[in-house]
Nanobody, 117 residues
Framework: QVQLAESGGGSVQSGGSLSLSCAAS????????MGWYRQAPGKERELVAA???????NYGDSVRGRFTISRDNGKNTVYLQMNSLKLEDTAVYYC???????????WGQGTQVTVPL
């Protein structure tokens, strides 16, 4: 069984920074894709950032230049550094891990990020 442990959410003023982390544990091998999605109230879940096992990164248009994704393959952990946060970044952030062995997709439970008015 695979578990994803997310941490680091919270509330921060506009312009501030937060960092998230997500550690995968359990019987999981050959993690390929790791990343973050988010979902704001009344909106669809959207890609925030993703990183492959080879280090290729992809960002959503709204966060490019402000957020940075990284990973520690030895720890099966993915990180998201969020800078210059805006009101519109308020959402529940979900970690996603895609493994090749077995071929599976795992989601974290979600962590709330709030940038108040």
């Amino acid at each position: 069984q695979v578990q994803l442990a997310e941490s680091g959410g919270g509330s921060v003023q506009s312009g501030g920074s937060l960092s998230l982390s997500c550690a995968a544990s359990g019987t999981i091998f050959s993690i390929d894709f790791m990343g973050w999605y988010r979902q704001a109230p009344g909106k669809e879940r959207e890609l925030v950032a993703a990183i492959t096992s080879g280090g290729d990164r992809n960002y959503g248009d709204s966060v490019r230049g402000r957020f940075t994704i990284s990973r520690d393959n030895g720890k099966n952990t993915v990180y998201l550094q969020m800078n210059s946060l805006k009101l519109e970044d308020t959402a529940v952030y979900y970690c996603i891990v895609v493994s090749r062995v077995p071929v599976s997709i795992y989601w974290g439970q979600g962590t709330q990020v709030t940038v108040p008015l």
